[in-house]
């Protein structure tokens, strides 16, 4: 206690200096909360975006398909399979696609691109397919009057063949039977711009995707959506268990699924952490500087305190300890101000001046996380580096020769 | 008896060449439990540097220093500041009280290492602060005492550890002659009675005469010593 007290009171002998180095430590924490919560939501956000969008969180195709996507790897698409799919306790939406490659025709002109085939109806409670119509309407899962099965295209396929909303639209490709497969179809909707990702895709409704791609009753894959992203991997633990008893199917997280998407995410919030570097390199300077200072100053004392018996451990971490209640201090001052100010990072957010592209997500608008790790990793960051940097100040106290220390005195 | 301290050709050098300083040079002495020792010599004789070496807190250039029949050379950090802990009472010629502190925590402070607990050594550092005529003072910090105050509270902070030795530096030279006698006798009384071995440098002759043991140095160099029965 005594220790403590000692420690308390020596940091309050230097009012100016500790309010200084307090401000430096509390900003840096501010800060580090503050970017770190900006940085995990984007990423939540573009991860959240995308799963659901492309991937899913998880996906269930027969075992082999995620490495070598054939048309002829198959899962059922049955109504069956479906419910059981979906009474699974993480499993809050599922549907069914069938996705391959084929060419496609306009009037004049032929375009390669790729199929994928959805349900319609799931598929809307699924992806951002139905939000994402520039222009026209949702397709219907049955043909229309003439018989034609409807379609969405991407901007770059509308503008490759030059079609537009009402014409028509020829695909040919192969059939998983191996046959030649040929439709006519017709356009009433137009999707997203030439930077989508789906760009280069059209989508039928799977009755229509089964009928030309000659699978009836089937699908490709299965995209599995649990309540969040970060769920995934239990999600895809949970359906591999549910799978046990038919071997020739397998899921897949969405990180084995797009895997170079999953590692373009690893590298960028990596990337990120030089801010992090630069913030904490800043404080530790301004706090090496005072505790470096105030050691100076109390040369003579930590002479006496040793002359009479204090053992140079001891010195060492009363001045690490020092430290650390400054570190601690700061940082609990630090959370009042972060706690109001990442709370509106985290319910309003701040629409940015210019959209921003990540791995193909395009984001106009920041938020942050709110989360209790957005606060406690920067506390631990700021105390553990900041009790690093008195490392040296306290060692070299630590070795004092108690009469050249108190010669100064 | 066994020496507590024990100094063998002992010496501590300032300088080199032409400027080269022989603050002490080639001592040897021995201090045996219960004396009470003064060491008395001109400024600059080497009084402090001696004291200083004798309590581990400088490294001598020759010679070595024993504690109880061990060589500092050979103790560890945290032997030696263990061995000061637990035997040896400091009195600075400076006071070099902890600002921080107040009189009483100034003296908490070694117990404290000692781990002796908190309520013993509320009632020890009070009796002692009580004792060098500084009750009610307990809780002033040092720059809210006199200057010869705050030697008390050194004073007391070197004693209430009840070390077996006490190394004292001029420890009545800031005090008024009667508060110098009076510390004086407070000294020689724990002496007599606990058996507390001291040894102090001083320029005052009417101290001189109280001590059992006269060491007397000039240049860094013993030059010659008086033993008296006690008086
Ligand atoms: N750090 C130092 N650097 C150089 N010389 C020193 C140093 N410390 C002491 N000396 C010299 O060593 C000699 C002995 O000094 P010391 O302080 O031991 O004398 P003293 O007997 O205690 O004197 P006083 O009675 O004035 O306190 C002196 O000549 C002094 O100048
Ligand atoms: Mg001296």
Same mark, same amino acid.
């Given at each position: 206690?005594?220790?403590?007290?000692?420690?308390?009171?020596?940091?309050?002998?230097?009012?100016?200096?500790?309010?200084?180095?307090?401000?430096?430590?509390?900003?840096?924490?501010?800060?580090?909360?503050?970017?770190?919560?900006?940085?995990?939501?984007?990423?939540?956000?573009?991860?959240?975006?995308?799963?659901?969008?492309?991937?899913?969180?998880?996906?269930?195709?027969?075992?082999?398909?995620?490495?070598?996507?054939?048309?002829?790897?198959?899962?059922?698409?049955?109504?069956?399979?479906?419910?059981?799919?979906?009474?699974?306790?993480?499993? /809050?939406?599922?549907?069914?696609?069938?996705?391959?490659?084929?060419?496609?025709?306009?009037?004049?002109?032929?375009?390669?691109?790729?199929?994928? @085939?959805?349900?319609?109806?799931?598929?809307?409670?699924?992806?951002?397919?139905?939000?994402?119509?520039?222009? @026209?309407?949702? $397709?219907?899962?049955?043909?229309? /009057?003439?018989?034609? $099965?409807?379609?969405?295209?991407?901007?770059?396929?509308?503008?490759?063949?030059?079609?537009?909303?009402?014409?028509?639209?020829?695909?040919?490709?192969? @059939?998983?039977?191996?046959?030649?497969?040929?439709?006519?179809?017709?356009?009433? @909707?137009?999707?997203?711009?030439?930077?989508?990702?789906?760009?280069?895709?059209?989508?039928?409704?799977?009755?229509?995707?089964?009928?030309? $791609?000659?699978?009836?009753?089937?699908?490709?894959?299965?995209?599995?959506?649990?309540?969040?992203?970060?769920?995934?991997?239990?999600?895809?633990?949970?359906?591999?268990?549910?799978?046990?008893?038919?071997?020739?199917?397998?899921?897949?997280?969405?990180?084995?699924?797009?895997?170079?998407?999953?590692?373009?995410?690893?590298?960028?919030?990596?990337?990120?952490?030089? $801010?992090?570097?630069?913030?904490?390199?800043?404080?530790?300077?301004?706090?090496?500087?005072?505790?470096?200072?105030?050691?100076?100053?109390?040369?003579?004392?930590?002479?006496?305190?040793?002359?009479?018996?204090? /053992?140079?451990?001891?010195?060492?971490?009363?001045?690490?300890?020092?430290?650390?209640?400054?570190?601690?201090?700061?940082?609990?001052?630090?959370?009042?101000?972060?706690?109001?100010?990442?709370?509106?990072?985290?319910?309003?957010?701040?629409?940015?001046?210019?959209?921003?592209?990540?791995?193909?997500?395009?984001?106009?608008?920041?938020?942050?996380?709110?989360?209790?790790?957005?606060?406690?990793?920067?506390?631990?960051?700021?105390?553990?580096?900041?009790?690093?940097?008195?490392?040296?100040?306290?060692?070299?106290?630590?070795?004092?020769?108690?009469?050249?220390?108190?010669?100064?005195? | 008896?066994?020496?507590?301290?024990?100094?063998?050709? =002992?010496?501590?050098?300032?300088?080199?060449?032409?400027?080269?300083?022989?603050?002490? %040079?080639?001592?040897?002495?021995?201090?045996?439990?219960?004396?009470?020792?003064?060491?008395?010599?001109?400024?600059?004789?080497?009084?402090?540097?001696?004291?200083?070496?004798?309590?581990?807190?400088?490294?001598?250039?020759?010679?070595?220093?024993?504690?109880?029949?061990?060589?500092?050379?050979?103790?560890?950090?945290?032997?030696?500041?263990?061995?000061?802990?637990?035997?040896?009472?400091?009195?600075?010629?400076?006071?070099?009280?902890?600002?921080?502190?107040?009189?009483?925590? !100034?003296?908490?402070?070694?117990?404290?290492?000692?781990?002796?607990?908190?309520?013993?050594?509320?009632?020890?550092?009070?009796?002692?602060?009580?004792?060098?005529?500084?009750?009610?003072?307990?809780?002033?910090?040092? !720059?809210?005492?006199?200057?010869?105050?705050?030697?008390?509270?050194?004073?007391?902070?070197?004693?209430?550890?009840?070390?077996?030795?006490? =190394?004292?530096?001029?420890?009545?030279?800031? =005090?008024?002659?009667?508060?110098?006698?009076?510390? =004086?006798?407070?000294? %020689?009384?724990?002496?007599?009675?606990?058996?507390?071995?001291?040894?102090?440098?001083? %320029?005052?002759?009417?101290?001189?005469?109280?001590?059992?043991?006269?060491?007397?140095?000039?240049?860094?160099?013993?030059?010659?010593?008086?033993?008296?029965?006690?008086?």
């Amino acid at each position: 206690m005594l220790m403590l007290r000692l420690a308390f009171r020596n940091i309050l002998r230097n009012k100016r200096r500790t309010v200084l180095t307090m401000l430096s430590m509390l900003g840096g924490y501010v800060l580090l909360v503050l970017s770190l919560s900006v940085q995990n939501g984007s990423y939540e956000q573009v991860i959240d975006f995308f799963t659901k969008d492309s991937t899913g969180h998880a996906q269930i195709s027969e075992v082999g398909y995620q490495q070598r996507a054939t048309l002829y790897k198959a899962v059922p698409a049955s109504d069956a399979f479906y419910q059981q799919l979906t009474s699974l306790p993480l499993v /809050s939406a599922a549907a069914p696609r069938i996705k391959s490659g084929a060419l496609a025709y306009g009037e004049t002109k032929s375009f390669p691109v790729q199929v994928v @085939g959805v349900d319609a109806q799931k598929e809307a409670g699924l992806s951002f397919l139905a939000e994402k119509i520039k222009q @026209g309407r949702y $397709f219907n899962a049955q043909p229309n /009057s003439d018989g034609y $099965f409807e379609v969405m295209v991407g901007a770059a396929v509308a503008r490759q063949l030059q079609v537009a909303l009402g014409d028509e639209l020829v695909l040919i490709s192969q @059939g998983a039977d191996g046959s030649l497969a040929n439709d006519l179809f017709s356009i009433v @909707g137009l999707i997203g711009s030439t930077e989508s990702l789906d760009a280069r895709t059209v989508y039928l409704p799977l009755l229509a995707a089964q009928n030309f $791609f000659a699978m009836p009753g089937e699908a490709h894959y299965w995209v599995v959506l649990a309540g969040n992203y970060r769920q995934s991997d239990e999600l895809t633990a949970q359906l591999n268990q549910w799978l046990a008893d038919r071997p020739e199917l397998e899921a897949a997280s969405w990180k084995v699924v797009s895997e170079e998407f999953y590692k373009t995410m690893q590298a960028d919030i990596e990337g990120g952490y030089i $801010f992090y570097y630069i913030i904490i390199f800043l404080v530790c300077i301004g706090v090496l500087n005072t505790v470096l200072m105030s050691v100076l100053e109390r040369t003579g004392e930590f002479g006496v305190l040793k002359a009479i018996g204090t /053992s140079p451990s001891r010195l060492f971490f009363l001045i690490i300890q020092e430290t650390l209640l400054l570190a601690g201090l700061s940082c609990l001052f630090g959370l009042l101000a972060a706690l109001p100010l990442n709370y509106w990072l985290a319910s309003t957010g701040f629409a940015l001046p210019e959209p921003m592209e990540i791995s193909g997500v395009v984001m106009a608008h920041m938020k942050g996380q709110w989360d209790l790790a957005v606060f406690v990793e920067p506390a631990l960051i700021v105390i553990g580096s900041v009790a690093l940097i008195a490392v040296f100040p306290a060692l070299k106290a630590a070795r004092i020769v108690p009469v050249d220390a108190m010669r100064g005195l | 008896m066994k020496p507590v301290i024990e100094t063998r050709q =002992l010496g501590r050098f300032y300088g080199e060449g032409d400027t080269l300083v022989r603050a002490l %040079h080639q001592v040897d002495l021995q201090i045996e439990p219960g004396e009470f020792t003064a060491i008395v010599g001109p400024s600059g004789s080497g009084k402090s540097t001696l004291l200083q070496l004798m309590g581990g807190l400088d490294n001598p250039d020759e010679g070595t220093v024993l504690l109880k029949e061990k060589a500092i050379s050979e103790m560890s950090g945290r032997e030696l500041s263990d061995f000061r802990r637990d035997h040896i009472g400091f009195i600075f010629q400076a006071y070099n009280l902890i600002p921080v502190l107040s009189a009483a925590e !100034n003296c908490e402070y070694i117990m404290l290492l000692q781990g002796i607990p908190a309520a013993e050594r509320k009632a020890r550092v009070y009796a002692m602060l009580e004792q060098v005529g500084l009750k009610g003072k307990e809780q002033r910090l040092p !720059n809210q005492l006199s200057g010869g105050q705050q030697q008390r509270v050194a004073v007391a902070r070197a004693m209430v550890s009840r070390p077996d030795i006490i =190394l004292a530096d001029e420890p009545t030279a800031n =005090l008024d002659s009667q508060t110098g006698m009076d510390l =004086l006798d407070m000294m %020689h009384e724990l002496n007599r009675q606990q058996g507390m071995t001291f040894v102090f440098s001083t %320029h005052d002759p009417k101290i001189m005469e109280r001590a059992s043991r006269l060491i007397h140095i000039e240049d860094g160099r013993v030059i010659g010593e008086q033993r008296r029965d006690e008086g």
